[in-house]
């Protein structure tokens, strides 16, 4: 599995957003091929996400191929590391750039 939401929109992003207005906590681990939470081309809201675990992905460089906002997200806990670079890709990308194999 490369990615938990994905699309089949193969030609330039989509102007529509996509909304889990229910979402509280995203919680992956031990998922070695995921590349992504969501390889959609549309924005993602989840307003309502307070807690993201990740644990154990190496090949997840960011969170989404799109642009993610989470307001009530104040951190991302990735490999064991509490981190916050502004939003939930950047997290990702960061965290993935100091990542030692």
């Not at 590391?81 to 990542?99: A, I, K, P, Q, Y």
Request: a negative charge.
């Amino acid at each position: 599995m490369e990615a938990v939401v994905a699309d089949d929109h193969k030609h330039g992003k989509i102007h529509e957003v996509l909304s889990f207005n229910q979402l509280e906590e995203v919680k992956l681990a031990f998922l070695p091929n995921l590349n992504y939470f969501s390889h959609t081309k549309c924005d993602m809201e989840l307003p309502e996400l307070t807690q993201v675990v990740i644990k154990s992905c190496p090949d997840m460089y960011t969170f989404s191929v799109s642009s993610v906002i989470t307001p009530n997200l104040k951190f991302a806990m990735v490999d064991d590391v509490e981190s916050w670079f502004g939003d939930l890709n950047s997290t990702m990308r960061n965290r993935s750039s100091n990542w030692e194999y």
